[in-house]
C-alpha cells in the first residue's frame, strides 16, 4: 500500500468555488502532516502543518481524523493563483518526508 | 535574502560528463536532502544529512555523492552522465525531529533543472 494517496485530477473549478481535496495515509505512527503547494516548474512550498485535528489560515482548512487515516483541505473562494499541484505530506519522526504525485488544481476564470 | 539556494538553475551537458550542483542555506537548520523530481513528477529523497553526516542514502547509483563541507552546505557531484539522470533535483533543509514544535516543514530550493544530452 502506498504511504500517501491522493486523487491526482486534474481539478477544474471556477473562480469563486470551494474545492476539497482528500488524503489518505497508511503509516498510523504519522505524528503530524503538511500539504504543500507546487506550482509548474518551481519547487514546493509548504502551505500548512496539521499536527492536532486540523488547521486554518485564511480561504484555507485542513482536517485530520486519526482514527480513518484521513486528512482533507478545503480552499474556498478559489483564486485563479491557487493552480497547483497539493500535495499531502504525512511525518513520522526522523524519516525524511515523502512525497506522492499530489493532486492538481487548475482555477478557471 | 534566500534561505536555500542552488546553483545552477539550469545544467545542460552531455553524456558521460562529471558535474556538480551547489546547495546553501541560511536558515541554521541541521538538516539538509536532495530530492529528484522526475518526468512522472514523484519527488524521490536520494540523501540526506545531519550535521554534516549522511543520515539516509536510497538506492541512488553510486555514480552520485553527495559532500557536506559545514552544516549550511549540501553539494551534490555526478559521474559520468546517463540520459536518465534528466531530472529536476532539489535541495531541501529542515529542522524537523526532537523538540519540533510542529510549524515547520521542509524548506525548498528552487532546483536544478539537469538536461543530459
Known amino acids: 500500500r502506498k504511504e500517501v494517496e491522493q486523487d491526482p485530477g486534474p481539478f477544474n473549478v471556477p473562480e469563486g468555488a470551494t474545492v476539497a481535496f482528500n488524503c489518505t495515509y497508511s503509516?498510523?505512527?504519522?505524528?503530524?502532516f503538511f500539504w504543500y503547494r507546487q506550482d509548474c516548474r518551481k519547487e514546493p512550498k509548504l502551505l500548512m502543518s496539521?499536527?492536532?485535528s486540523g488547521n486554518e489560515d485564511g480561504r484555507f482548512t485542513a482536517q485530520l481524523n486519526r482514527a480513518s487515516q484521513y486528512i482533507s483541505l478545503l480552499i474556498r473562494d478559489s483564486k485563479l493563483s491557487d493552480s497547483a499541484t497539493y500535495l499531502c505530506?504525512?511525518?513520522?519522526?526522523?524519516?525524511?518526508?515523502?512525497f506522492g504525485k499530489g493532486t492538481r488544481l487548475s482555477v478557471i476564470a | 535574502d534566500t534561505a536555500v539556494s542552488q546553483t545552477p538553475k539550469y545544467l545542460v551537458t552531455q553524456m558521460g560528463n562529471d558535474k556538480s550542483i551547489k546547495c546553501e542555506q541560511n536558515?541554521?537548520?541541521?538538516?539538509m536532502y536532495w530530492y529528484k523530481q522526475d518526468s512522472k513528477k514523484f519527488l524521490k529523497i536520494m540523501f540526506s544529512?545531519?550535521?554534516?553526516?549522511?543520515?539516509i542514502n536510497e538506492t541512488v547509483p553510486n555514480r552520485f555523492s553527495p559532500k557536506s563541507p559545514d552544516k549550511a552546505h549540501l553539494n551534490l557531484h555526478i559521474n559520468s552522465l546517463e540520459l536518465g539522470d534528466s531530472a529536476v533535483y532539489f535541495c531541501?533543509?529542515?529542522?524537523?525531529?526532537?523538540?519540533?514544535?510542529?510549524?515547520?516543514?521542509?524548506?525548498f530550493g528552487s532546483g536544478t533543472r539537469l538536461t543530459v544530452v
Open positions: 503509516n498510523s505512527a504519522s505524528q503530524s
Open positions: 496539521v499536527y492536532s
Open positions: 544529512y545531519n550535521n554534516k553526516e549522511l543520515i
Open positions: 531541501a533543509s529542515s529542522q524537523l525531529g526532537a523538540g519540533w514544535n510542529g510549524d515547520y516543514g521542509y524548506t
Open positions: 536558515l541554521g537548520h541541521d538538516t
Open positions: 505530506v504525512p511525518y513520522s519522526g526522523n524519516t525524511p518526508l515523502v
